[in-house]
Each structure stands twice: as structure tokens, then as C-alpha cells.
């Protein structure tokens, strides 16, 4: 049965929202946390494991120093303060997906600390969110529950459990509690995450893609009587994997906490999961407190002290503010803000910077990435990056386009035989056959066929009503298989007809 919600316009008027963010970004480094098993994405179960990740007796655990470097990077791009000294701590807790039974951690002394992040909001509005810690972990492994409608525990019939991702290196960056979001909190908490994003792939440490877990949100969320000083009880949703669910999961919440306090009774804390499928959240279980961990120190990990002459070093390697980065292309681009937000909303800014770079215009770039392109994704399921046609072949597609050997509709497909693996753009087109025909012979006989196929449209023509050309060429374009010059199949058409 679903939660009773207030509207969100009287939960706003009544209570102030209160947000807290985890978000949990998994490394790229080729190997796990604490041992030398690969960290890839993907591989077949168990097939990535060892003594040490299963946490099998007599096995010791040694610290990645790739990812004490990247988590060193995220700290100092979160404007954070990096620690002189540090340690590791074991987090107990009984999970199936976390064989050694306790998580490696930090506790109190993260690595990364006091940070912020300024965010830009749709109407260009900064909004400064305060960080309280980004620290080391390892990831759990991954649950698949079997049988059931959902896919969740809750009505399985059993589950299986893939070990390849327990010991992944995890740094997760909490937040401080996010006050004066307002009416703007479900934005905010999205806009947070999609820099959070940015950033991580600005810095080359994460490919940061949610749909294959390596970026992940925590959402909590509690409200307060406004004028009152002591934060709400406070919800976690857990793991949610898109950037509309964590804006439509806050939003949810609002309404859900705001119907039960106003009817008089109290918020659990818990944890709650967040289903799609209806756009609710669900009750997950109590939440617990940090004492309820055990928290201890790691006995068989040594403290870590990064020096400041490496952690200066490491600063001088960070990349340009993803946010300035996107105004300066703008502006150099000449993009209106609606076609700069069709780049970003296509994760094709690094594509299209990269096509550019490689000769092409910029629109022209931006518009087969964003349409053509962006459409093949979407339908086989797949990152932009992924799609099989480098920035430097969309450069020589468009540089064929502007030479007149091909056409927008025989570019796309160029694009077919680029991925089919036929060769670079050039080689494809003299294999298909699909250079455009601006022979005037061949254009003029084909131009007579629909003429004398259209008599109609010719008369309209002859009167004088030029506009009508257009249904001639469609026929012309047609006869020869889209690879006419249509440019001049009209001029060769208002020759005859003249």
C-alpha cells in the first residue's frame, strides 16, 4: 500500500527539508583495495577473488597506493583538508556480501576532511555544499535476488552472490547536513551528484557510470518545524542509481515525512529503497548508529601520512573546475544555454571538445554527437564513448559532409560501416558506393523521370509556385538512393521547368 504524501507545496509551507548526501565512487585502479585480484567491471562470478577479498584465515590485506593517491586527488578537488595521518578501521556487521564479515573502513580519521563543493543550479543560481569527510573503503560484493516480481529480497526465492566486486576501492563523500535548500532540495541533491560526477571523471579516477554501480547515492533526508533549531529524524534511501531518482527519491520524501508529522506521528530512522518502477520509496530496515558498528582500528594495516610535499604534488595534477570548463566552452563554442544542456545531458562535452579538436565546427560536432550518435546509444544500451566512432571519425564524416562527396543521410551511413568495422570514413564510402552523383548528365536524366512521373507538379512549377520543387527532388533523392546533390538536382529542375 502506498504512504500518504501532503502535496509538496504544503509540506514546504509547514517544515524546512534538511538533506545529507553519501556518495560512493568506486576507483579504476586495476586492482582491489587491499589485494592484487583485478577490479574489473563485468567478468564472469567469482572469477576475480583470492584468500585476502574472501577473507579466508591467515590471509593479510596490503593497501592499494593508487588508490591513496586518487582519494588524496578527490579530497584536494573538493577543496578538502588532507590528513597528516590516518588509519584504517574495521566496520563489523553480518552481510552475505561481505565475506570477512566486517567492512575496511575509516571511522574518525578520514583521509579527506572540511571541504565544499559550489554547485550551479538551472537558473545559473550557486549553491555551496558543505563536505564533512571523503574516505577509503571497500566495496561489498553484489546480491542477485532470484524469483520474486521486483528483483528485491523481499519476495525472492533465493540469492546468488558474486564476490568480484568485494574489495573494490570505494571512497565515499559525505556531506554536511545541506540547510537552506528550501523548495530546491530534490535539485540540489541531483545537481550535487551530477558534479560530483563531473568532477570524479574530470580527475580520471572513476568512469563514475551508475547503471554499473560505480556511482552510487545515499540520500538522507529529515524535516524541521521552520524557526526550529534540532534537525528532524532523518531517512536514508539507499543506492539509488540515476540522477531523476535521486531528485524524484527527495522529493518523495518530503511529501511522505511531511504527511506523517502533520498527522501527528513520528519519523523512523531507517533505511529505505527506492522503486522506480512506482516512484516510492519503501522501508529497507532500522538504521543503525555508528557505536552499533564496533568500530576498531585495522591491527594488519599500517597508519597512512602522505607528506605535504607529495600531497603538493598531487595538487598541481588537478584539472580544470568541470563547471568553469563548461562556461568557457560555451562561450568559445558560441552554444545558447539550451544547446550547451544538450551536450551536458548527453555526457558528450569531452566528445565534443575532442571532435572539435580534430577540425570540426562545433555545431556540427554537437549535432552528431547529441542526435545521431546519442540516439545509437540509447537504443543498444550503451555509454556515448562506447558507441564505436571515435572524435576523429565524426570530424572526417562532417569533413566529407563539407567537401559534397556525401550528405547528412549517407553520413549516417558511413557511421554504419565505421562501427560494422568497414574502415575510417573514407574507406567506407568507396566501399558502399556512397560518394553523392553530381554528374549533370545522370542528375538531368533522372531529374526528367519525375518530371514526367509528377505532371502536376510540374504545371505548379511552370506558374510560377517554386516551393513545389521540393516533392521533385524527394523524387529524384529517392530514384538515386539519397546520394543526388540536392542542391543542384533543384537547380537542373527550375532549368527545365523554366
Given amino acids: ?6 502535496s509538496y507545496e504544503d509540506a514546504l509551507a509547514a517544515y524546512e527539508p534538511v538533506l545529507g548526501l553519501e556518495v560512493h565512487v568506486e576507483l579504476n585502479t586495476e586492482s582491489k583495495m587491499f589485494c592484487g585480484c ?5 567478468a564472469a562470478p567469482n572469477t576475480h577473488t583470492c584468500p585476502v577479498c574472501l577473507g579466508l584465515p591467515g590471509s593479510m590485506p596490503a593497501i592499494n597506493g593508487k588508490a591513496v593517491e586518487s582519494a588524496i586527488r578527490m579530497g584536494l578537488a573538493l577543496n578538502c583538508s588532507i590528513a597528516e595521518w590516518c588509519r584504517m578501521s574495521r566496520k563489523n ?17 578520514p583521509i579527506a576532511y572540511d571541504g565544499y563543493l559550489d554547485i550551479e543550479l538551472s537558473d545559473g543560481e550557486v549553491f555551496r555544499v558543505e563536505i564533512e569527510r571523503a574516505h577509503m573503503e571497500e566495496d561489498a560484493g553484489k546480491l542477485t535476488h532470484m524469483g520474486g516480481a521486483t528483483g528485491r529480497l523481499h519476495g525472492a526465492d533465493y540469492s546468488l552472490i558474486d564476490y568480484n566486486r568485494a574489495g ?10 545541506i540547510l537552506g535548500a528550501g523548495e530546491r532540495a530534490p535539485e540540489i541533491a541531483r545537481t550535487y551528484v551530477e558534479a560530483i560526477r563531473d568532477l570524479m571523471r574530470a580527475l580520471g579516477v572513476s568512469d563514475v557510470r551508475m547503471n554499473e554501480g560505480s556511482l552510487r547515492c545515499d540520500a538522507n533526508v529529515s524535516l524541521k518545524p521552520w524557526g526550529r533549531e534540532r534537525l528532524g529524524t532523518r531517512t536514508e534511501t539507499k543506492n539509488i542509481n540515476s540522477f531523476r531518482s535521486i531528485e524524484s527519491a527527495v522529493r518523495y520524501e518530503i511529501q511522505r515525512q511531511a504527511a506523517v508529522l502533520s498527522g501527528g506521528g513520528t519519523i523512523q530512522q531507517c533505511t529505505r529503497n527506492w522503486l522506480e518502477h512506482i516512484g516510492e520509496t519503501s522501508f529497507g530496515r532500522s538504521k543503525e548508529e555508528a557505536e552499533d558498528y564496533r568500530y576498531f582500528p585495522e591491527p594488519d594495516l599500517v597508519p597512512i601520512a602522505p607528506s605535504r610535499e607529495w600531497v603538493e604534488e598531487l595538487r ?9 570548463r563548461r562556461n568557457r566552452l560555451q562561450e568559445v563554442w558560441s552554444f545558447s544555454d539550451a544547446e550547451m544542456r544538450d551536450v551536458v545531458n548527453a555526457d558528450a562535452l569531452d566528445l565534443v571538445e575532442a571532435t572539435v579538436a580534430a577540425g570540426c565546427a562545433a555545431p556540427a560536432a554537437r549535432k552528431w554527437w547529441t542526435a545521431e550518435l546519442s540516439r545509437r546509444a540509447n537504443e543498444a544500451g550503451i ?10 571519425q565524426v570530424a572526417a564524416v562532417q569533413a566529407l559532409v563539407e567537401a559534397g562527396t556525401i550528405n547528412d543521410k549517407l553520413a ?8 560494422a568495422g568497414e574502415g575510417e ?5 568507396t566501399r558502399r558506393g556512397l560518394a553523392v552523383v553530381s554528374d549533370d548528365g545522370a542528375l538531368g536524366d533522372a531529374v526528367q523521370k519525375a518530371i514526367a512521373a509528377n505532371p502536376d507538379v510540374a504545371d505548379k512549377i511552370r506558374a510560377g509556385r517554386v516551393q513545389a520543387a521540393g516533392a521533385l527532388i524527394g523524387a529524384v533523392m529517392k530514384e538515386m538512393r539519397g546520394q543526388a546533390d540536392a542542391g543542384r538536382v533543384r537547380e537542373i529542375i527550375l532549368e527545365q521547368l523554366s
Avoid: H, W
Fill in 93 to 109: 556487521y553480518f552481510y552475505p556480501d561481505m565475506p570477512k564479515d566486517y567492512q575496511t573502513s575509516q571511522y574518525d580519521e
Fill in 412 to 419: 549516417r551511413q558511413v557511421f554504419d560501416g565505421v562501427i
Fill in 168 to 177: 573494490v576501492p570505494l571512497i565515499e563523500i559525505v556531506t554536511k547536513p
Fill in 383 to 392: 555509454g556515448l564513448d562506447e558507441v564505436g566512432v571515435t572524435p576523429v
Fill in 316 to 324: 598541481a595534477t588537478l584539472p580544470e573546475n568541470p563547471g568553469l
Fill in 1 to 6: 500500500m502506498s504512504d500518504p504524501l501532503l
Fill in 425 to 429: 570514413p573514407a574507406e567506407v564510402v
Fill in 38 to 42: 583485478s577490479a574489473e567491471f563485468g
